[in-house]
């Protein structure tokens, strides 16, 4: 019997100082963004081999994210996390990706604000 397997490398609260924003003074400054991804994946290789090289390695997860943030300076946060979604899905072996992207600082009487969103890879042919 076939099953899918629902493993899930996480990532949660990355914070990234990045240029962010629709309104003009925005684009002068950089803001905080908190960054939660749960990318949905088969563990079972990384679990027998304890080897990391056989894991979608969390590290250099964050580390792309961080670097993508700073690159784009996107206006909206919707257009970031689509970014993100994209990147993460054609880079890692992944078959699902849920990611949230939040300001923190944005709205004085907010703890935050943000968009969520759940992506999927594309089905392969075979
Ligand atoms: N749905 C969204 N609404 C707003 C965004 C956004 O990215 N997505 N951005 C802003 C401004 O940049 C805001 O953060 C400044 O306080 C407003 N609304």
């Not at 943030?69 to 849920?98: F, R």
Request: charged letters at 20%.
């Amino acid at each position: 019997m076939f099953h899918t397997p629902s493993d899930v490398v996480f990532v949660k609260g990355l914070k990234v100082e990045a240029v962010i924003g629709v309104y003009a003074w925005e684009r002068a400054i950089t803001q905080p963004l908190l960054i939660d991804v749960a990318l949905e994946t088969d563990i079972s290789a990384a679990a027998v081999s304890d080897d990391v090289s056989d894991a979608l390695n969390y590290k250099a997860v964050c580390d792309d994210i961080s670097s993508l943030c700073q690159e784009v300076q996107a206006q909206l946060l919707e257009h970031l996390a689509e970014k993100i979604a994209a990147m993460l899905l054609t880079k890692y072996a992944c078959q699902k990706v849920t990611l949230s992207v939040a300001k923190p600082t944005a709205i004085t009487e907010a703890a935050a604000v943000g968009v969520q969103i759940t992506r999927y890879a594309k089905a392969s042919d075979a």
